[in-house]
């Protein structure tokens, strides 16, 4: 008789942690891999001495569970998906489910959802973020898709989800691809919060001349204040260890070249296809791509000049600004972030909850950080805000984060050290605080080579000018 109460597909370190995730918390599960090795291997290592229950085929997974079937994949972003589902699907019944955990771009979560409800199947996409370590002991959970399937599936979820003062870090997110949509966002703001702290390393290490121990210790420090997170956190960690090797600190042999699995990348362009600003993450990626150029940038640092050398005063003082000026910018990167989301949600009519979003990013996920409670309550009481850094919560750190980044941004400047994430995140406030912006030129080149017309300040109505015309008149 089938009792399985829940198959995973896909046995790679995060689905193998999820399985034993599930196990651990009181589920049976029935997992399978294509390549029945490694479900061996897995049964013989990590599986050892759990309740799973390993499967060799397709047929052998399906019949082990209990129906209405609630099937997890945990395989490779793209094709993949596609082509597990199309071997699934003859196996299934009408009402069974089929979630996807993977990375998956929410278009394509979109178009799989309703291919399957057209056959009478229900579809979740499920953003899952906190890496290896996150999915054994509890990942942020980004549920999206047919909410009767989240209900299905909601006391899995719950039971293996991050908990932040006993509140499961996982809640629906809205209809259609808005799980993996969140997801991908969360990774947009990963990109900028990563680049964020790599850029205030880089001005402590060739600004003030500090080394990775002192540095580590800087970092330490901020994590017990409002920078607390995990990525300040592990930054302070990495920063401690030595290269067995060579005795040097690890940071410093390790190549300078970043990589990327495209959700960054992906957060960046649906941002262009939905007219969302979003300047500090478009910067960190584009800060990844440059990193690539490595041979490049070699020869170039050859033969470009750049500014003279200096060195910075009262280093004290400007450890402080970076503080604040990284908090800032941090806070700008969020703002960017959850602007995007509201402009997907009318966009798409996913039904998207700012505050629960905030809420469920607190643990379990790369970009957990203390101020997300300050967020999560910002948004809960006033849900449709125009921008996260007009919150009342934020104003104070928005009052000393902006002098101090103008002063963070104008020395690095100085010095010739890169700063495209902070620069981008003044820009963007300086921007979005602007009630004029120069945009009233643009339209008037663009009306003038091309006839696209423009709006006066004075009165209603599309206008358009000859401008020649008005130049000869002169």
Not at 296 to 321: C, N
Request: one cysteine or more.
């Amino acid at each position: 008789m089938p009792s399985c109460d829940i198959g995973l597909v896909g046995l790679a370190v995060m689905g193998q942690n999820l399985a034993r995730n599930m196990d651990r918390n009181g589920f049976k599960v029935a997992v399978y891999n294509r390549t029945t090795s490694i479900t061996d291997e897995f049964m013989a290592g990590p599986g050892q001495g759990t309740n799973l229950v390993p499967t060799q085929s397709l047929e052998e997974f399906v019949a082990a569970l209990a129906s209405p079937r609630r099937i997890f994949l945990m395989v490779k972003a793209g094709r993949a998906v596609d082509a597990v589902i199309e071997s699934l699907l003859p196996l299934l019944d009408p009402g069974d489910m089929v979630m996807d955990g993977g990375n998956s771009l929410f278009g394509d979560t979109e178009r799989r959802a309703g291919e399957l409800a057209a056959q009478g199947f229900r579809y979740l996409g499920v953003g899952v973020s906190g890496g290896e370590e996150g999915a054994l002991w509890g990942p942020s959970i980004m549920p999206g898709g047919d909410r009767d399937a989240y209900q299905a599936v909601a006391p899995v979820l719950t039971s293996i989800a991050a908990k932040h003062e006993d509140e499961p870090c996982v809640a629906y997110m809205g209809s259609g691809g808005s799980g993996h949509f969140v997801k991908m966002v969360h990774n947009g703001i990963e990109y900028g919060d990563m680049q964020l702290i790599v850029e205030t390393y880089d001005l402590m290490q060739r600004g003030l001349g500090m080394s990775p121990p002192e540095m580590a210790e800087i970092f330490a420090q901020w994590n017990q204040g409002d920078l607390a997170s995990y990525l300040i956190e592990i930054t302070a960690d990495i920063l401690t260890v030595t290269d067995k090797d060579t005795g040097k600190p690890l940071v410093d042999v390790i190549l300078d070249k970043a990589g990327q699995k495209g959700t960054g990348r992906w957060t960046t362009q649906t941002a262009l296809d939905l007219g969302a600003s979003i300047q500090t993450i478009n910067s960190a990626v584009d800060a990844r791509i440059l990193s690539g150029f490595k041979e490049q940038r070699e020869q170039a640092a050859r033969v470009l000049p750049g500014p003279e050398s200096r060195s910075i005063d009262h280093k004290k003082t400007f450890i402080e600004q970076l503080r604040d000026g990284l908090y800032m910018a941090k806070l700008c990167s969020y703002a960017q972030g959850f602007s995007m989301l509201s402009i997907a949600d009318k966009e798409y009519g996913y039904g998207l909850d700012a505050a629960s979003i905030a809420r469920i990013w607190r643990e379990g996920c790369i970009i957990r950080a203390r101020f997300l409670d300050d967020v999560a309550a910002a948004f809960e009481a006033e849900p449709d805000m125009a921008s996260l850094l007009m919150a009342p919560t934020f104003q104070q750190a928005v009052d000393k984060g902006q002098a101090a980044l103008r002063s963070v941004v104008a020395t690095a400047a100085e010095l010739g050290i890169p700063t495209p994430a902070m620069a981008a995140s003044l820009a963007y406030y300086d921007g979005f605080r602007s009630a004029r912006l120069p945009a009233n030129l643009i339209q008037a080149q663009r009306d003038y080579f091309g006839a696209h017309t423009y709006q006066r300040v004075d009165r209603n109505g599309t206008f358009h000018t000859q401008w020649l015309d008005e130049l000869n008149q002169e």
